[in-house]
T-cell receptor, first 106, second 113 residues
Framework: KNEVEQSPQNLTAQEGEFITINCSYS?????LHWLQQHPGGGIVSLFM???GKKKHGRLIATINIQEKHSSLHITASHPRDSAVYIC????????FGTGTRLQVFP | DTGVSQNPRHKITKRGQNVTFRCDPI?????LYWYRQTLGQGPEFLTY????????KSRLLSDRFSAERPKGSFSTLEIQRTEQGDSAMYLC???????????FGEGSRLTVL
């Protein structure tokens, strides 16, 4: 079993839909990162959080330390949100999930 | 500040050749990480520097791989006697002191023929 599990692996949505991507982990962590990777490889850090909730524009990230679970929400999704979203947990080292491929259609 | 810069962006080489990738982190970032990513997978940790000291090295890094950060600024990742299984995207990230926030480069894609 992977130490970081993301679901779903693939997600398609219509423009405007509310999207949730989940991340569960099994190790002790000091922080959790949500990353966005566009085709071609570039990775952008969206959030780093260790408790509670953070919001940036249409993106919201939450974490429940007791349940070892985090969610990334996208409100009013747009085709430009199409990317791979990766959860990574910071313990002794940074461990990445395999990512969730999101496609938003107009 | 131009962000984390990686060169070359794409390298095609024949099996058995040596390749070197360079990463220039954001200035003042003391931590530098190398990751490898194969198609459809999340990045895998390779190695980590704090200033010029290499503090951790993954078991994934065979003795054909070596990384340096001689002056605590840019870093190089060298792969000797490349194999087809080395084909991947090699990602570099840097992090400032006192925070864990990560800033990634665009990656260097290696294709070994």
């Amino acid at each position: 079993k992977n130490e970081v599990e993301q679901s779903p692996q693939n997600l398609t949505a219509q423009e405007g839909e509310f999207i949730t991507i989940n991340c569960s982990y099994s190790v002790g962590i000091s922080a959790l990162h949500w990353l966005q990777q566009h085709p071609g490889g570039g990775i952008v850090s969206l959030f780093m959080l260790s408790s509670g909730k953070k919001k940036h524009g249409r993106l919201i990230a939450t974490i429940n330390i007791q349940e070892k679970h985090s969610s990334l929400h996208i409100t009013a999704s747009h085709p430009r949100d199409s990317a791979v979203y990766i959860c990574a947990v910071q313990g002794d080292k940074l461990i990445f999930g395999t990512g969730t491929r999101l496609q938003v259609f107009p | 500040d131009t962000g984390v810069s990686q060169n070359p962006r794409h390298k095609i080489t024949k099996r058995g050749q040596n390749v070197t990738f360079r990463c220039d982190p954001i200035s003042e970032h003391n931590r530098l990480y190398w990751y490898r990513q194969t198609l459809g997978q999340g990045p895998e940790f390779l190695t980590y520097f704090q200033n010029e000291a290499q503090l951790e090295k993954s078991r994934l890094l065979s003795d054909r791989f070596s990384a340096e950060r001689p002056k605590g600024s840019f870093s190089t990742l060298e792969i000797q006697r490349t194999e087809q299984g080395d084909s991947a995207m090699y990602l570099c990230a840097s992090s400032p002191p006192n925070t864990g926030e990560l800033f990634f480069g665009e990656g260097s894609r290696l294709t070994v023929l």
